[in-house]
């Protein structure tokens, strides 16, 4: 299994970039799958997941409807668009994959990582 993330960079205040993570190795349409971040320091945390359905869950307090996620299983991708970004959004980002993490917000409930795209954005 191997997920491919992308899209990171350096970007203004106010600007905007779109995440991508490829996945391979497994049947991309039965998995939940997720974005997470961590900025140095701090613990990783989730940004927003995305279910098989389409079902989806985003940390409002730290997206504030600035983020969204979304899928494509043909593609076997998942994206993160981000607009307005701010200095605070500056970390590395994740994607995870697991089929049925029982809480969907958790690091401890996803089996697969990708390797991190760096987001950082300058004030």
């Known amino acids: 299994v191997q997920l491919q993330a992308s899209g990171g960079g350096l970007v203004p205040a106010g600007g905007s970039l779109r995440l991508s993570c490829v996945a391979s190795g497994l049947p991309f349409s039965s998995y939940v799958m997720g974005w997470f971040r961590q900025a140095p320091g701090k613990e990783r945390e989730y940004v927003a997941v995305?279910?098989?359905?389409?079902?989806?869950?985003y940390n409002k307090d730290l997206v504030k409807g600035r983020f969204t996620i979304s899928r494509d299983n043909a593609k076997k991708t998942v994206y993160l668009q981000m607009n307005s970004l701010k200095p605070d959004d500056t970390a590395v980002y994740y994607c995870?994959?697991?089929?049925?993490?029982?809480?969907?917000?958790?690091?401890?409930?996803?089996?697969?990582w990708g390797q991190g795209t760096q987001v950082t954005v300058s004030s």
């Open positions: 995870a994959a697991d089929q049925a993490p029982s809480r969907w917000t958790l690091v401890s409930e996803y089996d697969y």
């Open positions: 995305i279910s098989r359905s389409g079902a989806i869950l």
